[in-house]
Nanobody, 115 residues
Framework: QVQLVQSGGGLVQVGGSLRLSCAASGSPLSAFLVGWYRQAPGKQRELVAVISSGGSTNYVDSVKGRFMISRDNAKNTVYLQMSSLKPEETAVYYC?????????WGQGTQVTVSL
């Protein structure tokens, strides 16, 4: 069993930056494919960024060049560094860790981008 605990959300002005953290316990997160998702009010949850166990990354087009997903295996944590934030990126952000049939979610963290 893997527990994912998120931190780092909050309120930021347009153009600002935030770093989200997803810390795991119960198993080495390094073996998992980890993704960051977001869900805005009234919208479906979307995948924003993903990092493989080997460190390969992929991003939705709308965040390329502004967001960066990374992992610190020593801290068993995956990060999402977000910059140049836009109001439409206001959402609850979730981390997800997958390994074969196993899938775990963090509790979600609110990111609010204000004008």
């Amino acid at each position: 069993q893997v527990q994912l605990v998120q931190s780092g959300g909050g309120l930021v002005q347009v153009g600002g930056s935030l770093r989200l953290s997803c810390a795991a316990s119960g198993s080495p997160l390094s073996a998992f494919l980890v993704g960051w998702y977001r869900q805005a009010p009234g919208k479906q949850r979307e995948l924003v960024a993903v990092i493989s166990s080997g460190g390969s990354t992929n991003y939705v087009d709308s965040v390329k060049g502004r967001f960066m997903i990374s992992r610190d295996n020593a801290k068993n944590t995956v990060y999402l560094q977000m910059s140049s934030l836009k109001p439409e990126e206001t959402a609850v952000y979730y981390c997800n860790a997958r390994l074969g049939p196993q899938a775990y979610w963090g509790q979600g963290t609110q990111v609010t981008v204000s004008l």
